[in-house]
């Protein structure tokens, strides 16, 4: 055992100052393992990255949550007319389904629009303005920073009240109080009577905190109530969505009065679907990720597996004379392996210090971290390419004939 390690010190040594001789050429050997450690660490971060970008964006939407809409949210193009010709939804669907709903902890219609918000000489255009019941703040798990939202009495009369969200709120009153103040929204004066804590986006696009909700009479009033709504409705929990969905179908069904052979007019919506929508993009990323990494580490091993028999080609006159003076064939055979996985285990570290560069650029398009898993996978890699690619040349020069080795000149 002793013997083993004293062995295996001394091919570590030789090795070491091999390499130190020939750093250019160890540095282009290197160059198809950086990329491929690049490569999967990438192929990693993306795909990390996006599963978090997913599971915050689902929060926002709800994980328990179900959509009642007309059409679904990843129809076929070829279905997409036709389904926008089915009956609008209703407002009051969303009190018939709270009224018959076994598995519905909470419900309510939502309606959206687009218009600009003003606040004296300042202006945002484009923000998402949604008009809903006050059971809204229980199915979104609304959260204020101050205020207070609105209440059954503001729905019932139609107040011009509404609560805006953070980045409207900090683009309009930026050194002000927002409550009580009066803005105008598609040229209609609303009071400010809540402001939303902040949310963040959507898959990094759609901003939550660009928004401002208002009672749904008011926004019917202003906006116009002849448009096709939304109920969401909560589950208790992820394991009930299934049966909360299979009840609803039957429940809006009766409500629309249609017979069992004819189908759906409307579209039962589901978070798990984008969660469907990444797997295939997982899927594809994986692919062209793995392909690559193949690529670039079979193209690297290779000019491994070639330098380290032009290394025991320079080197046979070496090898002749520790075996002459008692070197056994598995010092010879780990020195030059141990080489072979050194040249590997520096592209790693040259790789890995690469990947953190490219995780900050891929961290400005989804929340990508550097996981210390993919650290540990990429020196896995590299000293099995290191052991794959460098056996060959090392088991010839531990096969070496010592005599012959000696006369080569």
């Not at 926002?60 to 179900?66: Q, R």
């Not at 009479?217 to 002849?226: I, V």
Request: aromatic share 8%; hydrophobic share 45%.
């Amino acid at each position: 055992m002793i013997r083993f390690f004293v062995e295996t010190w001394e091919s570590l040594f030789i090795a070491l100052r091999s390499l130190s001789t020939n750093r250019l050429r160890s540095g282009l050997t290197m160059l198809g393992i950086v990329i491929g450690i690049v490569t999967v660490t990438a192929m990693i971060t993306v795909i990390n990255g996006l599963e978090n970008a997913m599971d915050k964006s689902l929060a926002l939407l709800g994980t328990n949550a179900v959509y009642i809409e007309k059409t679904g949210w990843f129809t076929e193009p070829r279905l997409r007319s036709r389904h926008w010709s089915r009956p609008d939804l209703r407002a009051d669907l969303a009190e018939y389904i709270r009224d018959r709903s076994e598995y519905a902890v909470a419900v309510a219609p939502l309606v959206q629009t687009g218009r600009p918000i003003r606040y004296r000489d300042r202006a945002l255009y484009g923000v998402f303005i949604q008009g809903s019941t006050p059971e809204i703040a229980s199915v979104d798990d609304v959260k204020l920073s101050e205020g207070r939202w609105y209440n059954e009495l503001d729905n019932l009369v139609g107040r011009n009240v509404v609560v805006i969200g953070h980045s409207v709120n900090e683009s309009l009153f930026p050194s002000e109080e927002a409550i009580g103040k009066t803005i105008r929204i598609g040229g209609k004066r609303f009071e400010v009577i809540g402001v939303l804590e902040e949310q963040g986006k959507f898959f990094g696009m759609f901003s939550f905190d660009e928004q401002a909700q208002m009672p749904i009479r008011t926004f019917e009033r202003h906006f116009g109530r002849f448009r096709s709504v939304t109920i969401k409705v909560n589950a208790e929990s992820s394991e009930t969505v299934p049966l909360l969905e299979e009840e609803l179908t039957g429940i809006v069904r009766a409500a629309r009065g249609l017979d069992a052979m004819e189908e759906n007019n409307f579209e039962v919506n589901k978070t798990e679907a984008f969660r469907e929508q990444l797997a295939a993009v997982k899927t594809v990323v994986y692919m062209i990720g793995i392909f690559l990494t193949g690529l670039a580490l079979v193209v690297g091993g290779i000019g491994v597996m070639n330098i380290m028999f032009v290394t025991v080609k320079e080197r046979t006159k070496e090898i002749g004379v520790r075996k002459a003076v008692g070197a056994s064939r598995r010092a010879i055979l780990s020195q030059f392996l141990i080489e072979a996985v050194l040249v590997c285990i520096a592209a790693g570290l040259t790789g890995v210090l690469l990947s953190i560069g490219v995780t900050q650029i891929i961290n400005q398009f989804v929340p990508a971290s550097f996981a210390s898993g993919t650290v540990l996978l990429a020196f896995g890699i590299c000293v099995g390419v290191g052991v794959i690619f460098g056996v060959v040349p090392a088991w010839n020069a531990a096969r070496m004939d010592p005599i012959e080795a000696l006369r080569h000149s």
